[in-house]
């Protein structure tokens, strides 16, 4: 996604500089400090899209991402990650759903449709809602996104229980 100026490309601006917010917040004092006492600073962000040019990619290990090629990302996920996935062309939420449980989702509203209904959906077709997603969706809490639905529109944040 290049960072031209198109309405998509401010959406992938406002996703990448999400997960460095969050990444931001996370290595904080007051959490690296908390309640495991370790300090722990290192946070890795991993970004992975096949339509990154040179540039995007230049520009995102600049601010601190590693670009990864598919699936690399995928298998970068595990119990401790925040997953953000925000309106994809591969159906993400099946992947994770077989690979791991993280500690925060944050994706497009995960709703069980009519499953004939919802081959009709754009979204359902590249990320549809399984009954593994189902499944895995009753280990965590959905919470309302705290964003401008400009660019965040029917998004959630799923967070772990007693995670």
């Not at 991993?46 to 990154?52: I, N, R």
């Not at 509203?109 to 979204?123: E, P, Q, S």
Request: net charge negative; aromatic share 10%.
């Amino acid at each position: 996604i290049t960072w031209a100026g198109d309405c998509d490309n401010i959406r992938s601006i406002a996703q990448h500089t999400l997960a460095l917010a969050i990444r931001d917040l996370l290595v904080s004092d007051h959490y690296a400090s908390g309640a495991h006492g370790d300090g722990t600073r290192d946070i890795k962000c991993y970004a992975q899209d096949p339509v990154y040019t040179l540039v995007d990619e230049q520009i995102l290990y600049e601010a601190g991402f590693t670009v990864v090629d598919d699936p690399r990302a995928f298998l970068e996920v595990d119990e401790a990650s925040v997953v953000i996935a925000i309106s994809p062309d591969i159906p993400v939420r099946q992947i994770v759903a077989d690979i791991a449980r993280p500690t925060i989702m944050i994706w497009d509203k995960v709703t069980v449709l009519d499953r004939d209904i919802a081959w009709h959906v754009y979204f359902s077709l590249t990320d549809p809602v399984s009954s593994r997603v189902e499944q895995m969706m009753e280990e965590y809490i959905e919470l309302p996104f705290p964003a401008e639905d400009k660019y965040f529109d029917d998004v959630v944040m799923y967070v772990r229980k007693g995670g």
